[in-house]
């Protein structure tokens, strides 16, 4: 069987879908894939066909100017995944910003797959949308988000997607999210961190996160940076900005309350504030062996980190910015793993700190990483492939 597998936005769209694809492989079945440019190097570099899809999803650092020109997203979608899906037998959608994957598979005749990364991307009477910083009251407000949310998408994309499909002699649709998600989507998230909601008129398959394993071993710096006193702190924001100033809020906080602290640079450029030891810098880093050794993780409530923290048994202090980052936020302070924190400043951080250094926090967060599953990717293949076997 070949699968072609489409992702856009940032490296938490992605790498679960490259961890996805190395399954199938694994199960003898050919995957291309088709990622923003920013990515093409690495997926390729796995042995796969990688194709450039939409745009690098980073904002501009400072001297740095914006792109001339920002080509239509959705046509681009139409173009790219309708020529690198010839000769597939089936197309997999990681997240639902997926405009034209759909339609190309109805237009070759293809089986269509799309996974959604949080339960709040599926429409529910259970969750509001992505973006909601507080749950309504009651599912009849819940319901009025959701009717917001299909007008916005509907403003912004219903025509190109229209006018993208009479182009391929395809018939209109009504309402973006429905064609997009369909009557069976997937959640690609853990059933502890993120169960799934209510969907009426829709029937979920939840196959656990896609998590892509990762040996790469710590450099040597930070080794020595780990053994060299108590447990640090880690502050990470990934593909997420920051305002300025923000590395001197951050590493104040955890010094506070008497911690070192390891700062991740990510796209917002966090960096050290003077040459203390207490505090290093570090690049793109693994994860996995790093949150075991650390009293506690900062970051911006991604599913990604927040299941890699869950996984690692850390306790966890998430500063949502958009999207289904506060749903995360949400699921945190639920499980009792962690603590969610509105906006930036030293004192509103330290004392976060404060309370999730508590010993039960910590104690509760490796009882919660028991029962956090690792082979979604593996699930997800097999159920792929079980596909592919009905033709």
């Known amino acids: 069987m070949i699968v072609l597998m489409s992702s856009v936005g940032t490296r938490g769209d992605v790498q679960p879908v490259v961890a996805l694809a190395l399954e199938m492989q694994a199960l003898g079945h050919e995957v291309r894939l088709c990622v923003p440019p920013n990515f093409v190097d690495w997926v390729a570099g796995l042995g796969f066909t990688a194709t450039p899809v939409g745009i690098e999803m980073r904002a501009p650092r400072a001297g740095e100017a914006a792109p001339a020109l920002i080509p239509d997203l959705i046509t681009d979608q139409f173009e790219t995944i309708g020529s690198a899906a010839q000769g597939c037998d089936l197309i997999v959608a990681g997240g639902v910003h997926q405009y034209a994957a759909r339609s190309v598979a109805e237009l070759h005749g293809l089986r269509y797959v799309v996974a959604a990364y949080a339960p709040v991307s599926l429409p529910s009477p259970d969750l509001a949308p992505p973006g909601q910083a507080v749950e309504p009251d009651g599912a009849a407000a819940t319901l009025r988000l959701w ?43 853990d059933a502890t961190l993120a169960p799934a909601p209510a969907t009426p008129g829709m029937r979920v398959v939840q196959t656990g996160a896609w998590i892509l394993p990762d040996s790469r071993p710590l450099a040597p710096a930070l080794e020595a940076f780990l053994d ?25 906080a ?8 390891i700062v991740s640079r990510g796209w917002a450029d966090l960096a050290p504030i003077d040459d203390a ?27 990604g980190t927040t299941t890699a923290a869950a996984r690692a048994g850390v306790a966890q202090i998430v500063a949502p910015m958009f999207s289904d980052q506060f749903y995360w936020g949400r699921r945190v302070r639920a499980l009792g793993i962690g603590t969610a924190i509105a906006g930036l400043s030293r004192d509103t951080l330290a004392s976060a700190l404060r309370e999730t250094l508590e010993p039960g926090v910590a104690t509760r967060a490796r009882a919660v990483a028991t029962t956090v599953r690792s082979n979604g990717a593996a699930i997800a293949a097999r159920r792929l492939a079980e596909l592919g076997e009905l033709g």
């Not at 955890?254 to 602290?261: E, L, T, Y």
């Open 147 to 189: 009717d917001e949310t299909r007008r916005a998408w509907n403003l912004r994309s219903l025509e190109r997607v229209n006018a993208n499909r009479a182009r391929l002699g395809l018939a209109r649709v009504d309402d973006v999210i429905d064609h997009i998600l369909g009557d069976r989507p997937w959640l690609a998230a």
């Open 228 to 252: 060299g006193g108590e447990a640090p702190v880690y502050i990470g924001f990934g593909s997420m900005p920051a305002a300025p100033g923000t590395s001197r809020v951050l590493i104040d």
């Open 254 to 261: 955890v010094r506070a309350v008497g911690r070192r602290v």
């Open 277 to 303: 030891p207490d505090c290093i810098a570090i690049g793109e880093v693994n994860q996995q062996a790093l949150f075991t050794r650390v009293a506690a993780v900062v970051h911006h409530s991604g599913a």
